[in-house]
């Protein structure tokens, strides 16, 4: 007895909408990364999923899953050390009052 593909969509999307969510609707910036780290997670399942129900025989799907991962934690490497230095400067996370770009 197999778990069905829809199963495992529906799954992903209820992870990537939680994410899109926090992404959207948080203003502290380590949350916002969180909600990004969440729908990449979908990305993955999804991944994964169509490999394992479409062709299984090809690697193709878990290659690509590993890339997702790579850029997940570059993502975060990035983003963390972001927040840091915005932090060291302005002694807040907030989304809304980082304006550091700005003219």
Same mark, same amino acid.
């Given at each position: 007895m197999?778990?069905?593909?829809s ?6 999307a ?9 992404v ?6 380590i949350?916002i ?5 969440l729908?990449?997670n979908?990305?993955?399942?999804n991944?994964v999923a169509f490999?394992?129900?479409?062709d ?7 290659a690509?899953a +590993?890339i997702v991962?790579a850029?997940?934690a570059?993502? +975060?490497?990035v983003?963390l050390?972001?927040?840091?230095s ?6 807040? +996370?907030v989304?809304d009052?980082l304006d550091l770009?700005?003219w």
């Open positions: 197999s778990i069905p593909l199963w495992y969509l529906l799954l992903a209820a992870l990537f909408s939680i994410g899109l969510y926090g959207l609707a948080r203003k502290n910036a949350a990364l969180l909600g990004i780290e729908m990449l979908a990305v993955n399942m991944l490999w394992r129900y479409l299984p025989a090809q690697m193709a799907g878990q690509f +590993v991962f850029v997940a570059a993502e +975060v490497a983003g050390a972001l927040v840091i915005v932090y060291r400067r302005r002694k807040t +996370v989304a009052e770009m700005k």
